[in-house]
């Protein structure tokens, strides 16, 4: 008998994208990919029609139940995905963007600007993440844009720290030291012998970081200060369902939805990091033998 | 027969589908010094590691390891804890990271006396003092009071072999003992490991690349090569006579006369600069 | 005219908060093209900053470094200017020499490139190491330690450098690819008529291919000559006790010679000679003045 053609995929794949919670995580994520771009195909309603009962439990026809204007919740979530997901990869693309370009001017450069942008990422760090997201969307004024801008600016010093590690420790390494000798500028060796060997471990980061970036938007939202209604945002549905404490399916759903999103990420993080370090690699397939 | 304090006998040792040693003999002899040659992935340090009943999570293993009428390979890891330090000890490359660096070495070397010998605390405290003389540590009774970090290299290998000493073993396992050392402190400490071994009959299998060391203290020489030992006899016979051309080899690539003779390439150069080590194409 | 001239060498390592520790302290060296010459001594003596040094990858607090006439500036974040690039460098760890996510050949065009060299192609200058030509399009983890130290050369001697520095170019390799690769680097060096500066704590290899030995101990060098005089005639006790712990793979069973004692640390080094602590043969006079430097920087020997 042949084996299934989907696990014979799955075999080629490298030992530490098979491991189960890389499978979940890759599938979740791929489906809410999926559901995020055929969405006006998927939804069984308008996500902004108040044409339903309202607060409707789980039934049919109304799987994840109604809100309180009779919004079907599954749609809302559906169509949520097209705001949550993109916005989140776009905000964790730009924090990677700029605070990896600092960090590695810091490490590379090193003295007076890399001094000043270290102690500038030193002062974000020195606030919790959650109130200086706070007080710069409520400064900026509540709106979803303000809210991406406002987890940009306390997302990017983690980037930029971890950079600066990592090309300070490569700029000493004998390989780079060679190109320098051979005649290379210093924008030639961060090009080609610096950066190409820091990118694995920032884009482990950068992956572990969509969770928590989603997370942040969603509760800048909850907290009224990101989405603002009739749009369907995550964040802004959980915070609307908190107020029909009783209809439990209001705020649960979108609540899972950001659950599920936040673990795959985390998932596959967990999983770059384990392909990219060879010690972990070696581990997983000893394990598997 | 003559009795052997330890031996390893037909030993296999396979991690996945690689097979590591591929039936490896080795006797050990007390008051020899028994040198275990060859390049790096030969398989020597495994041997060693293998003596000691220490082998990598998920490895295979077939034949006998003897020491007092035991297979080490077989017993419990309880039993095998009790073996380890009290019969049999072993020397690592680098004093750096085998010593504890919070530690004061008397608490090092006191904590296996106490464990396994069942010593009390003062009597602990003097057989430490006792065997930091015995490795010439200059002043052993200040000495034990202070930090790895407050010796130099080859100081630190001493307290390293004094450690291994502290329980009384039969065997000693020293696996490069000092290649992480200059050669003038190497010098002291190979003459200090003949001297042990000579003083307390210990049997030492000395786990070395360097055919210099070997000389001087091994009396007995095994090379290796891929998994198996090509090649085992008395120092000078093997040094001077060898029989196994991938000894001769060995031995021609070393650097010795300039002009006359440089060194040679070993034919078909196996595990280092062979074409044919490389992978393939594509793996 | 000699290709490098190191004159009165020194090097202080600073650390914040720490006294600085005088690394190379007012070290002299000279190499002609064409010429090799050994560097030797322990760990913690100097060697490897000294070529740095030289390099200009590390900056000298004292003295002069001249190669082909000018002065060997520090490398900072600008360009390295031209004529330094004559000077190149082989290092010491094979694993981190070579940059893992770059084709090899790729890397060796670089060399060509400082060189302007549009005639070899990386796959000619593999071939003059030793290697297959044809592997210029692999990575560097598919080769062993000995096989990146060779394309590691390659790419130094792609620049066509006067002055090839080795800094213990061979510690990390196996003994028996040890011999080979120095003896590889030294005739590509004298074939181009390069001079060659090998670093190395090996003494044996060193007397392999050497023309010059100088002894460093402790920041200083205490003896010159030719490889097989001073191999012969070690007249530095320093010398003599470093040959002496050589251990001779004769099958004989002699054991080495011990030099008793610890290297002083650098940054609070013995007055007088440095070594006089350790030396079985140390006068009153040694303790208290330093010996000049020569040919041999030692009181047995008193200049003439």
């Known amino acids: 008998m042949r084996p299934h053609s989907g696990i014979r995929v799955l075999s080629r794949l490298p030992e530490a994208w098979r491991q189960p919670l890389a499978v979940v995580g890759g599938v979740v994520a791929v489906a809410w990919l999926l559901i995020a771009a055929a969405a006006p195909l998927l939804a069984p309603h308008d996500p902004l029609a108040q044409d339903l009962p309202r607060l409707a439990s789980p039934g049919p026809g109304h799987w994840f139940g109604t809100d309180q204007l009779g919004r079907d919740i599954l749609s809302r979530i559906m169509y949520g995905a097209r705001v949550s997901i993109p916005l989140t990869l776009l905000l964790v693309v730009l924090s990677l963007l700029i605070g990896g370009a600092l960090g590695a001017c810091a490490g590379y450069f090193g003295r007076w600007v890399g001094e000043g942008i270290m102690r500038l990422a030193d002062l974000v760090f020195a606030f919790p993440t959650v109130i200086l997201a706070m007080v710069v969307a409520a400064a900026l004024g509540a709106s979803l844009t303000n809210a991406v801008l406002a987890v940009l600016i306390v997302a990017w010093p983690s980037y930029a720290r971890v950079t600066r590690g990592l090309v300070l420790g490569m700029r000493e390494r004998e390989f780079v030291l060679s190109g320098r000798l051979l005649g290379f500028s210093a924008w030639r060796s961060l090009r080609v012998d610096v950066l190409p060997n820091v990118t694995g471990p920032i884009l482990v980061l950068a992956t572990l970081d969509i969770g928590t970036a989603l997370l942040l938007l969603s509760g800048l939202s909850f907290l009224g200060l990101g989405a603002k209604p009739p749009s369907a945002e995550w964040g802004a549905m959980v915070a609307s369902g908190v107020e029909v404490f009783d209809s439990w399916w209001v705020a649960t759903f979108p609540g899972l939805a950001i659950l599920t999103v936040v673990l795959a990420f985390n998932f596959l993080g967990d999983t770059l990091r384990d392909a990219l370090d060879p010690r972990t690699a070696r581990a997983i397939k000893e394990r598997a033998l | 027969m003559t009795s052997s304090a330890l031996s390893v006998e037909d030993l296999r040792v396979s991690i996945g589908e690689q097979e590591i040693l591929r039936g490896v003999d080795i006797a050990l002899a007390p008051g020899r010094v028994h040198g275990l040659a060859g390049e790096s992935g030969s398989g020597k340090t495994m041997t060693g590691l293998a003596a000691l009943g220490l082998l990598p999570h998920g490895s295979r293993t077939a034949g006998r390891v003897t020491l007092g009428g035991r297979n080490l390979l077989d017993l419990p890891q309880r039993e095998l804890n009790k073996v380890r330090g009290r019969e049999i000890a072993m020397v690592f490359q680098d004093p750096a990271t085998s010593l504890h660096p919070m530690l004061t070495i008397g608490r090092q070397l006191t904590e296996h006396m106490r464990h396994h010998l069942g010593l009390g605390r003062a009597e602990a405290r003097a057989r430490a003092i006792d065997l930091l003389g015995q490795v010439r540590i200059p002043g052993p009774a200040a000495a034990v009071d202070r930090y790895p970090h407050q010796f130099s290299g080859g100081m630190r290998q001493r307290v390293a072999i004094a450690i291994a000493l502290a329980c009384g073993p039969k065997v000693l396992i020293a696996d490069e003992p000092t290649t992480a050392l200059d050669v003038t402190v190497q010098a002291g400490v190979l003459r200090l490991l003949r001297g042990l071994c000579d003083d307390l009959g210990l049997a030492v299998l000395l786990v070395t690349h360097d055919l210099g060391v070997m000389s001087a203290v091994a009396d007995d020489v095994s090379v290796m090569k891929d998994g198996l030992v090509v090649e085992t006899g008395p120092r000078g016979r093997v040094l001077r006579e060898p029989d196994h051309p991938y000894t001769r080899a060995l031995l021609d690539a070393l650097p010795r006369e300039p002009s006359a003779a440089r060194p040679g390439v070993i034919p078909g150069t196996p595990p280092v600069e062979g074409f044919d080590a490389l992978p393939k194409e594509g793996s | ?304």
Request: overall charge neutral.
């Open chain 3, 1 to 304: 005219m000699s290709l490098l001239t190191v004159d009165e060498l020194v090097v202080d390592h600073r650390t914040p908060g720490r006294p600085a520790v005088r690394a190379v302290a007012g070290a002299s060296l000279s190499v002609a093209a064409g010429e090799v010459v050994g560097l030797v001594g322990e760990s913690g003596c100097g060697k490897s900053t000294l070529a740095r040094a030289v390099c200009g990858l590390t900056a000298a607090t004292g003295g002069t470094i001249s190669f082909e006439g000018g002065p060997v500036t520090r490398l900072g974040l600008r360009r390295r200017d031209r004529s330094l690039t004559k000077i190149q460098m082989v290092f010491q760890d094979p694993y981190a020499s070579l940059n893992p996510r770059r084709r090899i050949g790729a890397q060796i065009a670089d060399g060509l490139e400082t060189a302007r060299d549009r005639d070899t192609t990386p796959g000619g200058m593999l071939e003059r190491v030793g290697l297959p030509g044809g592997m210029a399009g692999r990575y560097p983890h598919e080769f062993s330690g000995g096989q990146r130290q060779r394309i590691a050369i390659a790419r130094a001697l792609a620049a066509r450098p006067s002055l090839l520095i080795g800094d213990e170019p061979i510690s990390a390799l196996d003994a028996s690819a040890q011999a080979q690769v120095a003896t590889l680097m030294r005739n590509l060096a004298v074939e181009s008529g390069a001079g060659l500066l090998f670093i190395s704590h090996d003494l044996s290899v060193v007397r392999l291919i050497a023309d010059r030995i100088a002894v460093m101990y402790l920041g200083k060098i205490v003896e010159t000559g030719a490889t097989a005089e001073v191999w012969a005639n070690p007249r530095h006790p320093y010398t003599q006790a470093l040959l002496r712990a050589i251990p001779e793979p004769d099958g004989l069973g002699r054991l080495p010679e011990e030099l008793p004692g610890d290297v002083p640390d650098p940054a609070d080094p013995p007055p007088g000679c440095r070594f006089h602590p350790r030396c079985p043969m140390a006068m009153d006079i040694c303790s208290e003045k330093e010996p000049d430097p020569g040919p041999v920087s030692c009181w047995l020997y008193p200049p003439a």
